[in-house]
């Protein structure tokens, strides 16, 4: 029985994104830069903010 010869590992989550955000033919380094930023809030909560140089950003469900 032959042995796998490497250690290939498997990508972690920000290689995937990464990957998966900048295959596209016209795609930049922008593209995989992150959006949101995760903290711990109040009694272990945990906060997502939109990151403030987020190039896209969600807008106001109740405006025009």
């Known amino acids: 029985m032959a ?3 490497g250690t290939a590992q498997e990508p972690t989550h920000e290689e995937k994104r ?3 955000l ?3 033919p016209e795609a930049t380094e922008e ?6 930023e995760v903290s ?3 009694n272990g909560a945990t906060r997502i903010d939109i990151a403030d140089d987020a190039a896209v950003r ?3 469900p109740t405006t025009d």
Not at 31 to 36: E, T
């Open 3 to 5: 042995e796998s010869q």
């Open 18 to 20: 990464h990957d998966q």
């Open 22 to 24: 900048t295959t596209a």
């Open 31 to 36: 593209d995989a830069a992150p959006r949101i």
């Open 40 to 42: 711990e809030g109040e």
């Open 58 to 60: 969600p807008s106001d």
